[in-house]
Nanobody
Framework: QVQLVESGGGLVQTGGSLRLSCAAS????????FGWYRQAPEMQRELVAG????????YPDSAAKGRFTISRDSAKHTVYLQMNNLKLEDTGVYYC??????????WGKGTLVTVSS
């Protein structure tokens, strides 16, 4: 079993920054890839950024690429999402995912990010 706990969400104005953290515990050796997903109100959950064991990063959302940076500290079993120049459309609940591949495995309970004008 793996537990993922997100932190770092909050209220921020447009143009501001936040850094989300995802602390993993338990059988973390089973995780190859981590991802950050966002679920906006009345929207489906979508991948914002992913990172593999060897450090390759994935940013499927072109709007986020260049503003968001995913990283991992393997020694601390923690994954981060640095979010800069936040926009209203970045509002949502951000979930940490870890598993054999993106979208599989384990999920955290989420942390709310609210961007206001």
């Amino acid at each position: 079993q793996v537990q993922l706990v997100e932190s770092g969400g909050g209220l921020v104005q447009t143009g501001g920054s936040l850094r989300l953290s995802c602390a993993a515990s338990g059988s973390t050796f089973s995780i190859n890839e981590f991802g950050w997903y966002r679920q906006a109100p009345e929207m489906q959950r979508e991948l914002v950024a992913g990172i593999t064991t060897d450090g390759r990063t994935i940013y499927p959302d072109s709007a986020a690429k260049g503003r968001f940076t995913i990283s991992r500290d393997s020694a601390k079993h923690t994954v981060y999402l640095q979010m800069n120049n936040l926009k209203l459309e970045d509002t949502g609940v951000y979930y940490c995912n870890g598993g054999a591949y993106l979208g599989a495995g384990y999920w955290g309970k989420g942390t709310l990010v609210t961007v206001s004008s």
